[in-house]
């Protein structure tokens, strides 16, 4: 029965998981970090799946000054959430 309840769980964790951004397969695992701490603090952290790469770059000339990043730092987000597989 414990062994039950640990199943349930993981199915619940591996369920939400589908909704969160991926973690591996980046080739910019530096953007993505920055992307995680710097983006996620107001609200959650959006796909990058879910907008284009012309949106992401419109999204970020108001987004950069609301997480208050440098050129160099918006760079290295953009890189990574416009990277498609
Ligand atoms: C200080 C808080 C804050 C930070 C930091 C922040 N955002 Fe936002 N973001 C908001 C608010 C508030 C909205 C919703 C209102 C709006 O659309 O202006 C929003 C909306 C968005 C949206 C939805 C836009 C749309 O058209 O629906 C995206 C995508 C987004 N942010 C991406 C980012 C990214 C990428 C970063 C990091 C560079 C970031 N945000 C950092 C406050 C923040």
């Known amino acids: ?5 640990l199943l349930i769980i993981f199915f619940l964790i591996a369920g939400c998981s589908k909704h969160t951004i991926q973690t591996s397969n980046t080739k910019f695992p530096a953007g993505q970090k920055l ?3 710097k983006c996620g603090g107001c609200h ?20 950069r000054s609301k997480a208050k990043i440098t050129d160099e730092q918006e760079k290295e987000i953009l890189f990574f959430l416009k990277e498609r597989d």
């Open 1 to 5: 029965m414990k062994y039950f309840s």
């Open 35 to 37: 992307y995680l701490s």
């Open 44 to 63: 959650r952290t959006y796909d990058r799946l879910e907008y284009s790469p012309e949106e992401w770059d419109s999204i970020l000339v108001t987004m």
